[in-house]
């Protein structure tokens, strides 16, 4: 394998060719052209073969693009286009050279776009930049530890650090370095589920008792009813999409809830099947509700408020009253709150008509097992948390949780997002684990609870954080207020991202900086013990193993489990007694703790290695057990409000395009959604636009609204005239997260409200 050159950069970014609005349909033939061809493209044919057909294989790697389940049967091709994508990126063997570092500087990378980073290939070597500095330079393995080492021991309270992970590392990984964060003495272990699905770990865990899905893959093919919510699984989780279409096959319903109409919602071409290939493929949504931003809560009390008058007029005929009696709390209140449901305030909240909502209740009434899925336009809302609440309401009214074809799953987004929080990775873990943990590794582990994302934020910019580290991610990429973030980096003393790829919390960093660069899923992790597999869980609560396949990069590598380990030894190996040695040698010795550890996990080092994993337990799933304070489902009042929206302005939100994994951007295209070149764009529908005196192609600034008068703007950036809700308007992230308020969160969970911004378009002042 010979090092290439990364491919060049495009001449300017900011240019924007608009290509004929929304496609009707996904996936298709065009999927399999468009997953295969740049793998094939940069990494030659042997290691594009070797990584493409693992894939989600038994006994392959886990595809890191997202946390969508296997199927039992698996196919040959058990991929999608941007899973192909993912891996790709990372397993191309286009590097960053040993003169990289000597040639920019970190002030001209700053001037770079996520799209330039990226491109420069894979890190090859540990890193260092001094304070003063304004270069990294290469460094030996040893001293990089000694040196975080030094500093957190220096620091007046194991507060005063931060301990990031991002949603890809693995069980085994995560494990190591919540242990490791919680002997040095700190909870602080805000993750990136802190800015994505935190709202439905909230709202459904004051419901249900449990935040994860109640579903497992088999449940899709036996709904008779699904509502996709706030979703894009076209782009986001493409082999959902072969769900949906089984669903149907079956004879289960489709319905969409979204502003957009997104391309994999409205049609599909499976490209494993002759008929998708050559025909219409499968029409997948049999009701589009094209809902106002924020609107969801008000159409789910709305459906609620149907189905209670549904009962009314029929008593004992609607609702599943033995259900609701054994198994659930506060269904007097829910009836009391809902009987004062103010209609037009629905109507104005979604901007849907009452037929519309009439029609979905219907089919909820209709349908004896309903599933509803959601992901960001749900939980990226102020709201997030009680709308999700009111998901969990409308689905207990019929007894649909604990069923077959039934349940609350929220799709998540990073791969193993999920196997992360179950082995630890939460600054709010519940003292049970916390005793379990301090018992197995006799130490006592701090009990008070640590900071999450927004609040790490807060601290470094105010000066209580010191020191950063990063398990993975791009934190001041991905999270709310970019300028605010980078200010908020820039002002620790030292930061310390674990990563694959180059991105901007490599450029953006503390007076000190390292980077340490690791191997990633696809590649083979050769240990004095013989190869390692790793462990990871999805949406669906299915635990597997995940076998990397190819040669590393490059020779200097460390696994995350390495460094990790290595990580802890220097900075705790003083002060607990943990074989960290043997946890790199070994991983069977990490899951042999977690055996002990974590619920649900005994005999890991077991069921792990049975063929296509196990099924971690679930009360609420498994048998109509509610983990609650109670032991019984609560249905909740939750106080309707909706988004606000001044005249002349629009709630925007930020979305992800086809071509971009969160902040990493794979190209310029948009291709479902009709953009052929370029991310600097606004999506507005065509009478906003001619209510606002704006035009097709217009370049505007966008500037967000704030109640404290605050100044945000997005400069000179193109109006694409698109069919969203009237009202609404949609960016691109991570671009448009300068307009959100650090201070912007949903209640409850913190979570930035990325969906949902008050802006004011004006004529571009760019020349
Ligand atoms: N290829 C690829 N795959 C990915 C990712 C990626 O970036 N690229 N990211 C991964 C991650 S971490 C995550 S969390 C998931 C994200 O998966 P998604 O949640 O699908 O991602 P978004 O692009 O944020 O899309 C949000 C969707 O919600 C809709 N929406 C916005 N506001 C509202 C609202 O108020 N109500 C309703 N009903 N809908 C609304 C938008 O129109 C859009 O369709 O995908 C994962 N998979
Ligand atoms: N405005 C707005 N903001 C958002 C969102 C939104 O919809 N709108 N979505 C939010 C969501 S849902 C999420 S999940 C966050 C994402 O936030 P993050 O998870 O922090 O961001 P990513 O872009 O996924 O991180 C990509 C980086 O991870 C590193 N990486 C990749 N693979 C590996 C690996 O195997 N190991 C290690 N150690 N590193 C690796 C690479 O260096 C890469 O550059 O962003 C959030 N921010
Ligand atoms: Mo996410």
Request: net charge negative.
């Amino acid at each position: 394998m010979s090092p290439k050159t990364p491919p060049a950069e495009e001449a300017d970014e900011s240019v924007v060719v608009v290509e004929g609005g929304p496609k009707s349909w996904a996936a298709g033939i065009p999927g399999v052209y468009h997953s295969m061809k740049p793998a094939f493209e940069q990494m030659g044919v042997q290691r594009a073969g070797k990584t493409l057909l693992a894939m989600n294989q038994k006994d392959g790697f886990d595809c890191m693009s997202c946390a969508w389940p296997d199927p039992d049967h698996r196919k040959t091709f058990e991929f999608c286009e941007n899973g192909a994508k993912a891996v790709t990126w990372e397993a191309t063997p286009v590097l960053v050279e040993p003169g990289f570092w000597a040639e920019h500087s970190l002030s001209e990378l700053r001037g770079k776009s996520e799209y330039w980073l990226g491109m420069q290939g894979r890190l090859t070597e540990p890193v260092y930049k001094p304070a003063g500095e304004d270069h990294y330079h290469p460094v030996g393995w040893d001293e990089a530890f000694s040196i975080i080492a030094g500093r957190l021991k220096e620091l007046e309270s194991p507060d005063q650090a931060t301990f990031y992970t991002s949603g890809r590392t693995s069980n085994e990984a995560a494990f190591a370095y919540q242990l490791f964060v919680r002997a040095y003495g700190t909870n602080n272990l805000p993750d990136c589920s802190n800015m994505c699905h935190e709202s439905s770990g909230w709202g459904m865990g004051q419901t249900i008792g449990i935040g994860k899905a109640t579903i497992s893959y088999d449940d899709f093919a036996k709904a008779d009813l699904i509502i996709v919510m706030g979703q894009n699984p076209g782009t986001n989780h493409p082999r959902m999409l072969t769900a949906l279409e089984e669903a149907k096959d079956a004879g289960g319903h489709i319905v969409a809830v979204n502003p957009l109409p997104e391309a994999g919602l409205r049609r599909y071409k499976n490209p494993q099947r002759i008929r998708g290939v050559i025909g219409h493929g499968t029409q997948i949504a049999d009701q589009f509700l094209q809902i106002r931003i924020g609107g969801d809560m008000a159409l789910l009390q709305a459906v609620s408020k149907r189905v209670l008058d549904a009962e009314a007029k029929n008593p004992g005929t609607v609702l599943d009253h033995d259900f609701l009696e054994k198994h659930c709390h506060g269904l007097e209140e829910l009836k009391e709150h809902l009987s004062q449901l103010d209609e037009e305030a629905v109507l104005l909240a979604t901007g849907l008509r009452s037929e519309e909502i009439d029609e979905l209740a219907q089919r909820y009434l209709s349908a004896e097992k309903v599933i509803i899925t959601w992901a960001m336009g749900i939980t990226q809302q102020k709201k997030g948390v009680a709308t999700i609440k009111e998901i969990i309401n409308l689905l207990l009214l019929r007894g649909n949780i604990g069923k077959p074809g039934a349940g609350a799953s929220p799709i998540r987004g990073h791969s193993n997002v999920q196997g992360d929080r179950t082995m630890g990775i939460w600054e709010q873990m519940p003292p049970a684990f916390i005793e379990a943990l301090g018992k197995e590794f006799d130490f006592e582990p701090p009990s008070e609870h640590g900071v999450d994302a927004v609040e790490s934020i807060r601290r470094m910019r105010d000066g209580g954080i010191k020191v950063f580290v990063g398990l993975g991610g791009n934190l001041v990429g991905a999270i709310s207020d970019s300028h605010v973030a980078e200010a908020a980096m820039a002002n620790t003393e030292l930061s310390v991202q674990i990563s694959t790829k180059l991105n901007r919390s490599h450029a953006v960093t503390g007076k000190e900086a390292l980077i340490l660069p690791t191997l990633g899923r696809t590649e083979i992790d050769m240990q004095e013990s013989g190869p390692q597999f790793v462990s990871v869980e999805d949406t669906v609560c299915a635990v597997h193993a995940s076998h990397g396949t190819v040669q590393p990069v490059a020779p200097k590598l460390l696994s995350e489990v390495a460094i990790v380990s290595r990580m802890a030894a220097a900075v705790v190996g003083d002060r607990v007694h943990v074989d960290w040695a043997g946890f790199e040698h070994d991983y069977d010795l990490i899951r042999e703790h977690i055996s002990h550890v974590v619920a649900g996990c005994e005999d890991y080092n077991t069921k792990i290695r049975r063929k296509g994993g196990f099924v971690l337990p679930n009360g609420p799933r498994d048998s109509r057990t509610f983990p609650t304070p109670t032991g019984k489902a609560m249905l909740t009042v939750n106080h309707l409000e909706h988004v606000e929206r001044p005249e002349r302005t629009l709630i925007l939100q930020s979305m992800r395009s086809h071509d971009q994994f969160n902040t990493t951007i794979y190209g310029h295209a948009d291709r479902y959604r009709g953009i052929k070149k370029g991310r600097d764009v606004v999506f507005v529908s065509p009478e906003d636009l001619a209510e606002l005196g704006l035009g097709d192609g217009q370049r505007v600034d966008v500037h967000g609204v704030y109640e404290d008068g605050s100044e945000r703007v997005m400069r000179n950036i193109q109006v694409v005239s698109y069919p969203t809700a009237r009202g609404c308007a949609a960016a691109y992230y991570p671009e448009a997260n300068v307009l959100v308020p650090l201070e912007s969160v949903a209640e409850g969970s913190q979570t930035p409200v990325s969906k949902a911004v008050i802006v004011r378009l004006e004529p571009s002042t760019a020349a």
